[in-house]
């Protein structure tokens, strides 16, 4: 199967499985503006798809919504410099109380609530159920992946004002 053809398929789960039209639009975005190149490519399989980077984040602590989307991000941005992860479909809006954004992160967060590994309205926290399936997605990663990870947790949630938050992923991001 082509990677195109299996960016298409989960085009289609986004819609039907997760209630996301915004995910499926952005993914077929990106397959109308790669067409040439996913064409060619095989088919990827993910080491960490969207609903294991939602585990891993949600391991640490109870996070507001604004932490949980700044903590799904950093953890996919780190985990994808190591791993072949399922695209998020982050994007930025600085001037908005929630900055960093993810409709597919959100379909599948709700997702993992119905299903009962997570729950949460304003501040989510994983289940029993999914702390199970967190810890069996982290003993996957190295110690030293597990140290970074937490320190990532660590700063996030020492960060208590909005402007705090963003000047740190600011920092994170143009810093490198």
Request: overall charge positive; charged content about 30%.
């Amino acid at each position: 199967m082509s990677r195109l053809k299996q960016l298409l398929g989960e085009a289609i789960e986004e819609a039907e499985k997760y209630g996301s039209l915004l995910s499926t639009y952005l993914i077929l975005k990106k397959c109308n503006a790669e067409y040439d190149t996913l064409v060619k490519e095989k088919e990827v399989n993910y080491s960490f798809s969207v609903d294991d980077i939602i585990l891993t984040s949600l391991s640490y602590k109870e996070l507001s919504k604004i932490q949980f989307f700044v903590m799904s991000f950093l953890v996919c941005d780190y985990l994808s410099s190591r791993y072949i992860t399922q695209d998020c479909l982050f994007y930025f809006r600085w001037n908005k109380r929630i900055f960093i954004y993810s409709p597919r992160i959100e379909a599948h967060l709700l997702y993992l609530i119905r299903s009962g590994y997570a729950e949460g309205y304003k501040y989510f926290k994983l289940t029993e159920k999914g702390r199970a399936e967190a810890e069996a997605k982290k003993s996957l990663l190295s110690n030293v992946e597990k140290i970074k990870i937490d320190e990532i947790s660590s700063c996030v949630l020492s960060k208590n004002k909005l402007s705090e938050l963003k000047r740190y992923v600011r920092s994170y991001i143009f810093g490198k």
